[in-house]
């Protein structure tokens, strides 16, 4: 039996998913070399519209339920739903990544918790939202539908594209990124609204900005780095393995 979701009359998904990101990878690498002459405001501006775009291209009709949970099933099974109520949840206890810079900001001195005005941090917030919102969608949301019967391969696609995506910024950015990538996919897995899951993830940006400014440098960066990856992938697994998809199989 055929795994993977396939839209009637194309190719499979899981390969639509692919060929898309290795596309978006290579305009981004094209216009980052300054072959058309833009600026870096005007190209991160097209690759997060571009990354939108790849998302909506494998979301189709299913973007209604962006917004509307699904009723019975989603993407093919019952498993990937989300819901109102876990939603909620999901929005409470979301925050929880921003305890891992708190931690080490406190126990190594390279940090220390800020004041910041409510209505600067709520700016950054908003900032933040349409910044991620393109990623969140494709890297987490096209990747639960494209690898819908399969969790391990939806996984790996999504953290591996999460860490590719973050190159350009450097190995310890794109390691901290895709254990971050690995938290947002166990809260859209645990029934999360993956626009939730988007406004955590600017909560937790704009708060390690504004809230938690760490100064590392050099060999502190990759020792930073190499704690907050550990500690965001130990989370996830958490909310993976005690969400109800875990019950239901999707992990086997």
Not at 183 to 199: H, K, Q, S, T, Y
Request: charged share 10%; glycine share 12%; aromatic share 8%.
């Amino acid at each position: 039996m055929n795994i993977f979701v396939t839209i009637p009359g194309a190719i499979p998904v899981p390969l639509l998913f692919a060929l898309l990101f290795f596309g978006f990878v290579a305009l981004g690498e094209t216009l980052r070399k300054g072959v058309f002459g833009m600026n870096p405001t005007e190209v991160d501006g097209i690759l997060r519209a571009a990354l939108l775009l790849c998302a909506l291209a494998i979301l189709r009709g299913d973007v209604v339920h962006l917004l509307r949970p699904a009723r019975e099933t989603l993407y093919g099974g019952a498993r990937l739903r989300w819901t109102w109520g876990r939603t909620a949840a999901g929005l409470a206890l979301g925050p929880v990544l921003l305890g891992i810079p708190l931690v080490y900001g406190a126990i190594t001195g390279a940090g220390q918790v800020q004041a910041v005005d409510p209505e600067t941090l709520l700016r950054a917030v908003l900032v933040q939202v349409g910044l991620v919102i393109g990623a969140e969608l494709f890297l987490r949301e096209a990747a639960v539908k494209a690898f819908a019967g399969h969790g391990v391969a939806m996984l790996l696609a999504s953290v591996l594209a999460t860490f590719v995506l973050h190159m350009p910024q450097g190995v310890p950015v794109a390691m901290m990124a895709a254990g971050a990538g690995a938290f947002w996919l166990a809260l859209r897995l645990a029934g999360v609204n993956i626009l939730a899951v988007a406004l955590v993830h600017a909560v937790v940006v704009a708060g390690q900005n504004q809230v938690i400014p760490l100064s590392v440098e050099g060999a502190e960066a990759w020792q930073y780095a190499t704690w907050f990856t550990v500690a965001a992938v130990g989370l996830a697994f958490i909310a993976a393995m005690t969400g109800p998809q875990r019950r239901e199989g999707l992990y086997a």
